[in-house]
């Protein structure tokens, strides 16, 4: 089992930055895949960005070139950086591991973007 701890969320205006982390409670080394996800109010959990253990990223349409993601294995950390936030981008965010075809999610942090 594994416990994941989102934090960094908060409110920003339009235009501003945020970093959020994910706090895995054991070594990610092994984890192949892990992402971001978030939901908005009223609407479906959906995926932002994820990262392999080889540093490939895929990021949802919406948020590319804004958004990144990374990973320090040695920290047991997957980073969102998120800059040029848009007021759509508010929801809370969530981090997730799948490891032997079960799902681990954090907490969720809630990020709020102003206009």
């Known amino acids: 089992q594994v416990q994941l701890v989102d934090s960094g969320g908060g409110w920003v205006q339009a235009g501003g930055s945020l970093r959020l982390s994910c706090a895995a409670s054991?070594?990610?080394?092994?984890?192949?895949?892990m992402g971001w996800y978030r939901q908005a109010p009223g609407k479906q959990r959906e995926l932002v960005a994820s990262?392999?253990?080889?540093?490939?990223?895929n990021y949802a349409d919406s948020v590319r070139g804004r958004f990144a993601i990374s990973r320090d294995n040695a920290k047991n950390t997957v980073y969102l950086q998120m800059n040029s936030l848009k007021p759509e981008d508010t929801a809370v965010y969530y981090c997730?591991?799948?490891?032997?075809?079960?799902?681990?999610w954090g907490q969720g942090t809630q990020v709020t973007v102003s206009s």
């Open positions: 990262i392999t253990s080889g540093r490939d990223t």
């Open positions: 054991r070594s990610i080394f092994s984890i192949r895949t």
């Open positions: 997730k591991l799948t490891e032997a075809f079960r799902d681990y």
